[in-house]
């Protein structure tokens, strides 16, 4: 019912920038939080930065505080992941999720949903 579409990843130096978007497409009504998430090899999958509808309320990793920015157009249904001052650290896969209220078959269902994710390795 819901795709998640990502682009932006690669590889870059460390301290270079890269910026990520996703866009939800489908039986979209309302999309509430959207965010991102990244999994480097070997460990759990983590939140790296999300915000709510209305943009009003965000919430970073400590590790990418003052560094990445997350951003949404809600016309679009887009999220963004602007990227700075990158580190090896960073290198992982990111994953975007959106919380996502769709309207189908005469009912109205709320559900979580993921991207199928892209590589960002930061590497000299």
């Known amino acids: 019912q819901v795709q998640l579409v990502e682009s932006g990843g690669g590889l870059v130096q460390p301290g270079g920038s890269l910026r990520l978007s996703c866009a939800a497409a489908?039986?979209?009504?309302?999309?509430?939080?959207m965010g991102w998430y990244r999994q480097a090899p070997g460990k759990r999958r983590e939140l790296v930065a999300a915000l709510n509808a209305a943009a009003e309320t965000t919430n970073y990793a400590d590790s990418v505080k003052g560094r990445f920015t997350v951003s949404r157009d809600n016309a679009k249904n887009t999220v963004y992941l602007q990227m700075s001052s990158l580190k090896p650290e960073d290198t992982a896969v990111y994953y975007c999720?959106?919380?996502?209220?769709?309207?189908?078959?005469?009912?109205?269902?709320?559900?979580?949903?993921w991207g199928q994710g892209t590589q960002v390795t930061v590497s000299s």
């Open positions: 489908g039986n979209i009504v309302s999309v509430r939080t």
């Open positions: 999720n959106a919380h996502v209220m769709t309207f189908s078959n005469r009912a109205y269902t709320s559900g979580n949903y």
